[in-house]
């Protein structure tokens, strides 16, 4: 009497278990729980890629202090030297009477995309 009243408090409590697990994993997959779930990683992906994004750029500042001081940029001018010039390429504008040609409507080049 006492092994068949073991038994079935054990199924009981086993049948109980199952029941709750599998509702749990139901939940979990619910299509609210799912957009939930890939909104939280998303934010999380997000603040691993501004925390990257911020490692990179303190690391950039610091490199290039460290080249800044290497090639003496930083150094104190020196007033007998002379002025660094800087130097930009700067494209000449067109004349204004000069007219452009037109490319033709209608091509007989048979490799163009139609």
Known sequence: MFRRTFWF???????VWATTKVNR???????ESLAAQAADKAIETGHKLKDFALDVRDGMVRR????????????????DLPVQRHYAVEAAEPPANTTHRKLPYKTNNRNEDH
């Open 64 to 79: 290039e202090a460290e080249l800044g001081g290497a090639l003496g940029l930083e150094a104190p001018v020196d007033h």
């Open 9 to 15: 408090t054990a199924g009981a409590a086993a049948g």
């Open 25 to 31: 994993k139901i939940r979990q997959l619910t299509p």
